[in-house]
């Protein structure tokens, strides 16, 4: 059977799902999104986006046109329009009265705790704002920040934004080989980051790498501030490395906010594509806020006075960025931050952690709704979880019974799950229900957002009907869409804008049911998701090929329960190189040096060929069928025809 066949029959089982979840009518009732919103959307056009620029944000300057999409793929939203994100998040919520409510509830993985207002966030962020600007930093440098779950994650982003210098954040899971080219490409002025965090209660280190990272000349970076975390000792390079403490403790709590525009960067982002190199997806300001806001308010319905939210996501990731960082502040939300695993030092710290801060709207992704699915429902059953009242989603397509698990077990049977779909390149959620409107579906994304236009489309880029399958697009601008690729135009509109004309092309199939709904499929390039995080196959591969020891290699992304997918690869060896386990060990960590632990492969065989057709492309389709355990598709296409054989008979050894 082919992978599309086998594919599709998964499909076909997906859309027999015909479970339906009106909301109660006491939800609907208080709910903040109302029906009309959708037609209101339909009706204003572009003007529906201006007016929840105008409603959610407040400007220092109007903006005189809405869209200007002369350039396109190149976007301008809110042209003429300036605005400073930081002032947006923080200091008009404490001049609005409100700045005693707490903005960030936190707690470390060992158990200690912090709480931030907004009065007492924003007088941070101004002191850090001040320390970067006494080191040189200024609008339009680039900071890049290596941090754990911690404040000064969103301490630091918010200060960046606030002196229009452009945040680059990479995810601490990343190794110091990632990070080095991650400076690189935005050249970076700054990096922030920490001594380590903890993780499963012991503590971890993160300046090593960054030590390491900088080891090199011919860098950009001309200073690191180091936040002490766990104590832990670290090296130091006078001149180069300064704490946190020792120059944002004793800096000003004076800083005026001044407005930017509306299409300066905000943030760069890297993410995997389908080539080895990471893309550096640029964000800008209006638009990103007005979309993050946007989204956080309906999607989740929020009663900023009364909610509390928790989006477990790190911020290294883009949820960590517009559900952490920039929509819930936005909102003037308070909202909790958690350091650390969720089985430390027991597998209830989540639900103790919600009855603790009385969560009651959480945004999760789906390996962890499956992981402790599988821990059992025993688990949250000691907890208190009655504060909970909206569910969320995000990151790979969610199983009905994970969905129907999270209602039932954590949602008490009644809390609405919205399932997100959305990617960094979105800036924000763009496929979602809305709660108290939506009739939910277990599995399904469901409906664009107001004011969001996707399609599922064939190959001919021509919108498929009810009960079809295809490639799913977007076909209007949005305003959280990526500006661009760091330092690579002709990427961005060869990626994303060459697939189909006139409509950006997301990457993932999707299926409309018979109602017109979306069900997402997955991805249909070589970009695997593994527990909700980007990889892409050729960058594990490049990984593997240059070790010495490897001369080709092939990486798929294998189902599995947990994690969605798992990286299984195959490699051929040099001559000289021996198969045994040690290899595989090595070649693991060589991986996981050269891009980070999340990347290393679950599974490395060792093969004598790879499957190729005539041209040379390898038949990813084929291993796939093999690292999933089902008999091996249609191999007629393969130059030869013996290799599938010879792997069978080499895995068998
Ligand atoms: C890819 C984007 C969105 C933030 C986290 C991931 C997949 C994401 C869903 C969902 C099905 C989903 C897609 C997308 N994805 N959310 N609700 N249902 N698939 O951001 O790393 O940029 O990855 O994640 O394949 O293209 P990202």
Redesign the pocket.
């Known amino acids: 059977m082919s992978n599309e066949e086998h594919q599709g029959d998964a499909l076909e089982n997906l859309l027999q799902e015909n479970r339906k979840f009106p909301p109660s009518e006491e939800f609907a009732a208080t709910a903040v999104a109302k029906p009309a919103i959708y037609d209101e959307a339909k009706s204003e056009g572009t003007e529906f986006w201006a007016r929840q620029a105008r409603e959610l944000l407040t400007w220092d300057t109007d903006f005189t046109q809405t869209l200007d999409w002369s350039d396109a793929p190149f976007a301008k939203w809110f042209v003429g329009g300036t605005v400073n994100a930081a002032y947006n998040a923080l200091d008009r919520h404490v001049e609005q009265g409100n700045g005693d409510r707490v903005a960030i509830y936190f707690e470390g993985e060992p158990g200690d705790t912090r709480t931030y207002t907004y009065a007492q966030l924003t007088e941070e962020v101004k002191k850090a704002a001040n320390a970067f600007e006494s080191l040189g930093v200024s609008k339009g440098d680039r900071v890049a920040v290596y941090l754990p779950m911690i404040p000064e994650a969103v301490i630091t982003m918010l200060a960046c934004a606030r002196i229009g210098a452009v945040h680059s954040v990479v995810f601490g899971g990343f190794s110091a080989d990632a990070l080095r080219s991650r400076i690189d490409d935005a050249e970076a002025k700054l990096v922030v980051t920490s001594d380590g965090t903890y993780r499963r209660g012991k503590p971890s280190s993160l300046k090593p790498a960054v030590d390491q990272a900088l080891k090199k000349e011919g860098h950009t970076v001309t200073s690191v501030v180091v936040v002490k975390r766990n104590g832990e000792p670290v090296e130091w390079q006078d001149g180069l490395d300064l704490w946190w403490h020792d120059i944002v403790d004793s800096a000003s709590a004076e800083h005026t906010a001044v407005a930017h525009d509306a299409e300066h960067p905000l943030f760069i982002l890297y993410?995997s594509g389908t080539t080895g190199k990471p893309k550096g997806i640029l964000h800008t300001t209006g638009g990103y806020l007005t979309q993050s806001a946007y989204t956080h308010k309906n999607v989740f319905d929020l009663k900023p006075e009364k909610d509390v939210f928790w989006c477990t996501?790190d911020i290294g990731?883009?949820?960590g960025h517009t559900y952490v960082t920039y929509g819930p502040l936005l909102n003037g939300t308070t909202q909790l931050m958690y350091e650390g695993t969720p089985d430390t030092p027991h597998q209830g710290r989540w639900w103790e952690l919600v009855e603790k801060y009385k969560v009651s709207i959480l945004y999760t992704a789906p390996t962890a709704i499956r992981t402790m699915m599988k821990w059992g429902d025993e688990i949250p059953a000691k907890y208190d979880l009655s504060s909970i009242r909206v569910l969320g989603?995000?990151?790979?397509?969610?199983n009905p019974e994970a969905w129907m698990w999270y209602r039932r077990v954590i949602g008490a049977d009644k809390a609405p799950v919205v399932?997100?779909?959305?990617?960094?390149?979105?800036g924000a959620t763009m496929?979602s229900p809305l709660p108290g409107i939506t009739v939910t579906k277990p599995g399904s994304?469901q409906v664009p957002l107001p004011g969001i236009s996707v399609d599922v489309v064939d190959e001919m880029g021509q919108s498929v009907p009810n009960g079809s399958g295809g490639y799913l697009v977007i076909r209007e601008p949005w305003p959280s869409m990526l500006r661009g690729i760091w330092g690579d135009p002709e990427r961005f509109k060869e990626t994303y804008w060459s697939r189909f004309d006139n409509m950006y092309f997301?990457?993932?199939g999707a299926k409309k049911d018979a109602d017109g709904d979306i069900w997402?499929m997955?991805?249909v390039d070589d970009?695997m998701?593994i527990s909700?995080?980007?990889l892409s196959t050729t960058e594990i591969e490049s990984a593997l090929v240059s070790h010495p020891s490897v001369a080709e290699a092939a990486v798929v992304g294998a189902r599995d329960e947990t994690t969605g997918e798992a990286v299984v690869a195959f490699v051929i060896l040099r001559g000289s190189a021996k198969s045994d386990d040690d290899i595989v060990t090595t070649l693991r960590n060589h991986v996981g040096q050269e891009i980070g632990p999340i990347a290393k492969p679950r599974h490395i065989l060792v093969v004598p060929e790879l499957p190729k057709t005539r041209s040379g492309k390898i038949m990813r389709r084929l291993l796939k069928d093999v690292a999933e355990g089902r008999e091996v598709g249609d191999a007629s296409t393969l130059a030869d025809a013996t290799v599938m054989q010879q792997i069978a008979t080499s895995m068998r050894k």
Do not use: K, M
């Not at 989603?393 to 969610?398: A, D, L, Y």
């Open positions: 993410t996501a990731w883009v949820t989603s995000v990151g790979e397509p969610i399932d997100t779909w959305w990617q960094t390149e979105t496929i994304a997301a990457g993932d997402l997955g991805r970009v998701n909700g995080h980007r």
